[in-house]
């Protein structure tokens, strides 16, 4: 199994970090962060990787109940895609595309959960992950002092996008859920230990999305405050430091925020005209790229099965989605939504829900509360949950690398862990049965 752990460290790391090594793209005839030390088409290096991992599982591990079953789910269900791309007389690399997109990280997922019900333990895949997330601190404050700027309504303005870490592109939506994921866990640490290092890690944590002029970083804080008031038992001496927590990190960011001088000074109704708003120049709104999803699938009568995997997305195989549109269908709910229709949707939703209710059963465990590393592991996924289901409709979070794989690690675990106690407790009965009798 130590050959597993070490796989999921070098799996993190290029999934976090080759997007950025490689070439990049120019955005508004600019050229981008990307360190461009290798061509764009070594990423594939990463699901190469995934797939050998997946094939090692199955050769070896196919006695697994769980594993067989969840393989056996995800492999009727891109059958099943074929059939309806077929249908709609789309090519079969947008079939293969639309797999990539949605299940890279199944590998990853699975491993953890082996490792998981064979009783290994992730801390240190964690933390590592915690590092690569720390990273992110000093690489975008270079990218920053290093923008290149673009004349836009007259006044001279970086392009602050292009600050996005090493996630590579122009993803700065999608680095600051990335680093939620490590907010969140140094936020856990502060209110359960009360050392002032993690309240200033957490606040470092807010410089990128400051310097990349990320406003959604905003309402990930709001989130994870109130999470962080749902799942614990607070005493007075707790409420106080989370009211001061909430007032020093909301009204700090929109502070900054508006001392920086990016926009309008940061508020609720800003933040509602920034979701019901053009999503850029010429895209779609948010709200409205899911109407215009339902009205794709009303139009071609899919709106049961939608369209396909893949054909409403950008294919790096030469062969887009046919009904891919940069201005109209782009985050990851209205792209679910047009492709996989009501039946997706639903499956997606069902998922999503059984995730959370074994979360909150394994921190309801007594016996699973004595073991504090999985128990902070399962409370930062808990509220990941949250960040992913805003991350929905903020960007194309679902066929994002950098946040699915280490969102499918902790999900793969934590079924793991909640199969493992569930095992270990009916074995304690059959012992006790036999004992008496």
Known sequence: MKYYNNYIIVILLLALVLNWVVD??????????NLGLMPKFTIIVIEILQALVILRILLFHYKNNFIMKTVFAVTVFCIFEFVV??????????????????????????????LAIKGYSITREFKWLIILILIQIPVTIYQFFNTSSVYLDNIRQPVFDMISGTMGGNASNLLSLVLGIGLLYFLIKFVEDKKLIFLFLSIALLVPPLLAEAKGMLILIIIALLYLALIFKFSFSRLLVLGVLATFLIIGFTYVYSLLGYAKELS????????????????????????????????????????????SNKSPLGQDGQFYDFFTVRHSLDI????????????FTIILGKLISISKKLLASGEFIRDKDNLVITKVFLGTILFFIFGLGWVD???????????GMMAGYIIGLYHKIQITQKERVATYYHLQT
């Open 397 to 407: 979070v679902l066929f994002r690398v950098q946040f699915m794989y280490p969102f």
């Open 85 to 114: 791309l077929k249908a709609m007389n789309a090519s079969i690399l947008i079939w293969i595309s639309g797999i990539r997109y949605y299940f890279s990280f199944f590998p990853l997922f699975i491993l953890s959960y082996l």
């Open 336 to 347: 679910l939504i047009t492709e996989t229709g009501l039946m997706g949707l639903t499956i």
């Open 24 to 33: 990049g793209s120019s955005f508004m005839d600019k050229a981008s962060m």
């Open 268 to 311: 609720v109704s800003y933040l509602i005209d920034y979701t019901s708003g053009e999503s850029g120049k010429g895209r779609l709104s948010r709200i409205d790229s899911v109407v215009h999803s339902f009205n794709l699938l009303f139009q071609n009568d899919a709106l049961l099965f939608g369209i396909g995997i893949g054909n």
